[in-house]
Each structure stands twice: as structure tokens, then as C-alpha cells.
């Protein structure tokens, strides 16, 4: 008979759920992990993350071979073959999950397969494919549902025509005309990737600006590189409605100060205004938790209101980042474990993989103007970085916010290449509360993009040079 008492339950099998269990498992718990996905990994892994980044990397090599390889002297005719670029995604996506499941029988997490619900304390309910079902024991409950799309009245996702993220991975042509709704990081990237592959995309926002919450320099430098490339802005418009054809979408919208209405012809619609925390059918009334007016879970620590059960992830407040989940994870199941469990809140990246790159860490400069913090700026364009120059990447710029009285760097913002690999720097050096006079005079190697980080953290004491 199956094993049915655990010290610890997990339900939800992404990055929080998985790293959660993997921790667990190194740490002696006895450890179930509870998904329902005929995979391990999440949205992360299975429809996130990975197959976006897998479509970006392809796309931006498609796009290189049709203009910047010819400027490095080396002259091809690509052909674009859909069919195989989605393949490679779909071979990649399923040795990570793969990888995930033999990381679990290392560690000696069983994987229940099914739907969990939590059936009052210390009991999950796991219904399987076939409809059986099994409860499990667990002195620990931990919640890492995770989070779906957020739906928009009058636009409906049929997968087809009007598309959310999971299916604009996997679209089954390349639009002649792809509208997206909203202009925050899947908006951002997943058109990049349709752009980059034909697609002429229009992007309409609610907000008067791009990726809001984003320091403002760096929005309007990506909203102006992104314009460049051919995409077009409809800031302050309200989407009322979205009418799908067989093979059209009629989108209709109106200015969010007033005035007439208007209409876009598209054959793909991507709806991306955000996504909600996932609990459905998840039995939190058994134990009596609540969630907010959003459907957040609230939790101290991880923990929610009922004893003995946490929660981690998308499925609780705060930046729904994949990294995110995976401090959250480890930090829950070490404090579980009766070890120091934490997370600096103050130091997690946010990342937008478009080209150029984006990248931040920490207070923004709107931030600190809010909070009266006086602070100095140390700014580095790419154009004078020599690494750069050679590439021929050389868009955007890192910028350093740094304590005008103890120059402890409290911010991190940067638009360019290969940002995504370089904010790991900026990370590590606030958590050992580095001032940028530290970072100012770290050696960096020659010629590498990484010395814009360095000539950014000299500006703020104004001796940035040229390299
Ligand atoms: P999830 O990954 O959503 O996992 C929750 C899991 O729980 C799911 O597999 C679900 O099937 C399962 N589940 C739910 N309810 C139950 C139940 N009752 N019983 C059993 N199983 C259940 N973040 C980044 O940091 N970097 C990126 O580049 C990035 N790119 C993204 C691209 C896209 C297109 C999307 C949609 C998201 C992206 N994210 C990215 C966000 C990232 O995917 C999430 O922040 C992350 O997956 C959250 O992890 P989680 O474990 O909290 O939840
Ligand atoms: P988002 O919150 O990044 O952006 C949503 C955008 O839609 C905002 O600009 C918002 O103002 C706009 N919007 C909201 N309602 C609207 C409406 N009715 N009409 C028009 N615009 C509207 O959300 P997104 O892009 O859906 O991503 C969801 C989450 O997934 C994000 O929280 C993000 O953290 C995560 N993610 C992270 C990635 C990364 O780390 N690179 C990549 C993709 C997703």
C-alpha cells in the first residue's frame, strides 16, 4: 500500500512546490510534492520561463541572421521553420521536467500524482486522472499553487484566436498582425518573439506608460529601442471588447481620458494584463484561511493563519517570479525544519528578456524621490563601453543608485546586452550592503560588458572614464 503519512505536504509542483520538496528531501523530511500537471515544474517550466526564453533565443538568432550577420560580414538567406523551433522548445521544456523528476527520486520526494485539496488540519485529498482518490497525512501543509492568466470581461481566450501566454507559445503560424493586451513583460517578450519572427504587433496599454513599476528611464528607452524595431504603441486605451472570427479578431477600444472609439483588425489577439493566484478547489475553508480581495494568500514567514499550513510562490504577495518562489521555498521548509529560514525582499531581480535586455535591482528612483531618501546617481552608456562597441550592441545603459550619505548601493537599474547575466553582480553586492565605491574599485576583466557595471558605480562619484 502506498506510503500516506508525511512530515510535509506540498501541493503544486513549480518552483516553489519543487524546490520546496527538493529541500526537504536533503534536509530528512519525509516529503510528498502533490501536482496535477502530467508534468513536474510548473509554469515555470512547462509554459513560462523556459518555453518563452527558448522561443526568444531562436527568434533573436533568426532576426540576427537577417540583418546583423550581414554586417559582420557574414551573408545567409534564413528560412524560418516553425514546426522545428517549436520542437526544440518542446525537447528542452521536457528535459527540464524530466530533470526535476530525478531530482525528486534523489532526494526521496514521492511525486503524488492528482489534484490536492486541503480536508481540514493536517490532511491533503489527492484525486487522480481516474478519479480515485487518496488522502495523505502531514504534520506540514505547504500551498504553492501558483498562479493563471487574468481574464478580461469581453475578451475571451478560446486558444485559437484570442490567446493568453501559454497559448502564444505555441502559436501555429506567424501573424500577420498580432494585437497584445498590455504592455507588461509577456506582452514585451512574447511579441518580440512574433515581431522577430514576422509578426507586425501592436500593443495596447491601459496605462499612459510600459511596464509599470519598471524605474521610469529605463520604460521610456525600452518603449523607444522597442518602436525602433517596429512595434507600435497604444498607450491609454481601454480594451472593451474582442469579437473572434474564424480567422480574424476585431478589437475594440476606446481612450481611457475620453474620446471616440476605435477598432484593430488582427488575426491573433494575446491577452497579458497580469496574472491571479491560484487556489481553486483548494479546501482552504477546512482550515479556515482566508484570502484577499485579489485571492492572495497572506502569510508571516510563510505561514499562513492556520497552523501548520504555509503558503509560498505566486500564490502569496509579492513579486510572482519564479526566483521568487525558489527563496520562498527553501527559506519555508528551512524555518520548517527548525533552521533560520530568509529572504531579502529588497534584493530580487526582475528581468525583461527582450533586445536589449532589461534589468533591475532594488529602489527605483521614484522610489526613493517617495520616500525623501537622498540618494546619487552613477550612469554608464553601452555606446562607451568597448565590448559593446565591437558586438555592435551597444543600446542602453546601466545606472547605480547609491545612499548620498553612505553611498550603499540601493538600486540597480540597466537596459542593454547581456544584462540578464550581469545583475547577479549588482545582487550579490547588495547583499553584503556594498557602497559603489566598493563595486567602483573591484578589477573587472577587459573587454567585457561587465565593466559598465564598474564605470556605472564610479560615476557616482563622478570619475567614470571611457573604456
Ligand atoms: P507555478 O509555477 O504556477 O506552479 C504551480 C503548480 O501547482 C502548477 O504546476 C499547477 O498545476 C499546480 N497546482 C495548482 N493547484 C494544484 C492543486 N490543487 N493540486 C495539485 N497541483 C496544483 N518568472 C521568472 O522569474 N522569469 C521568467 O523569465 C519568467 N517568465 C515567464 C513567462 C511566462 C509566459 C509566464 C506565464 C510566467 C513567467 N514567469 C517568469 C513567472 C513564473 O513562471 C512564476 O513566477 C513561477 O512559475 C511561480 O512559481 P510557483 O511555484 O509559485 O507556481
Ligand atoms: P504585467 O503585470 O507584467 O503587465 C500587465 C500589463 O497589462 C500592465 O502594463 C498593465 O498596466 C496592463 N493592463 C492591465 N489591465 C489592462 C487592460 N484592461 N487593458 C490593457 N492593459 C492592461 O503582467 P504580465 O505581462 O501578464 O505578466 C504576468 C506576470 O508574469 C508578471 O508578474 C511577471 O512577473 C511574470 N513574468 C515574468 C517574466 C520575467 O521575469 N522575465 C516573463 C513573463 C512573465
Known sequence: MAETTYDLVIIGGGPGGYNAAIRAGQLGLKAACVEGRGTLGGTCLNVGCMPSKALLHASELYAAAQGEFATLGIDVSPKLNLPQMMKQKAESVAQLTKGVEFLFKKNKVDWIKGWGRIGGTGKVEVKAEDGSTTTLEAKNIVIATGSEPAPLPGVEVDQQRIVDSTGALSLPEVPKHLVVIGAGVIGLELGSVWKRLGAKVTVVEFLDRITPGLDNELAKTLQRTLTKQGFEFRLGMKVTGAQAGKKSVTLSMEPVAGGAADELEADYVLLAIGRRPYTKDLGLESVGIETDKRGFIAADHWKT???????????????????????????????????????????????????????????????????????????????????????????????????????????????????????????????????????????????????????????????????
Open 305 to 467: 493563519s492556520a497552523p501548520g499550513v504555509w503558503a509560498i510562490g505566486d500564490v502569496t504577495l509579492g513579486p510572482m517570479l519564479a526566483h521568487k518562489a525558489e527563496e520562498e521555498a527553501v527559506a519555508c521548509i528551512e524555518t520548517i525544519a527548525g533552521k533560520a529560514g530568509h529572504v531579502n525582499y529588497g534584493i530580487i531581480p526582475g528581468v525583461i528578456y527582450t533586445a536589449p535586455e532589461v534589468a533591475s535591482v532594488g529602489k527605483t528612483e521614484e522610489e526613493l524621490k517617495a520616500e525623501g531618501r537622498a540618494y546619487r546617481a552613477g550612469k554608464f552608456p553601452f555606446t562607451a563601453n568597448s565590448r559593446a562597441k565591437i558586438n555592435h550592441e551597444t543600446e542602453g545603459f546601466v545606472k547605480v543608485l547609491a545612499d548620498a550619505a553612505t553611498d550603499e548601493v540601493l538600486g540597480v537599474h540597466m537596459i542593454g546586452p547581456a544584462v540578464s547575466e550581469m545583475i547577479g553582480e549588482y545582487c550579490v553586492a547588495m547583499e553584503f550592503r556594498a557602497a559603489s565605491e566598493d563595486v567602483a574599485r573591484t578589477c573587472h576583466p577587459h573587454p567585457t560588458r561587465s565593466e559598465a557595471l564598474r564605470q556605472a558605480a564610479m560615476g557616482v562619484e563622478g570619475w567614470t572614464m571611457q573604456a
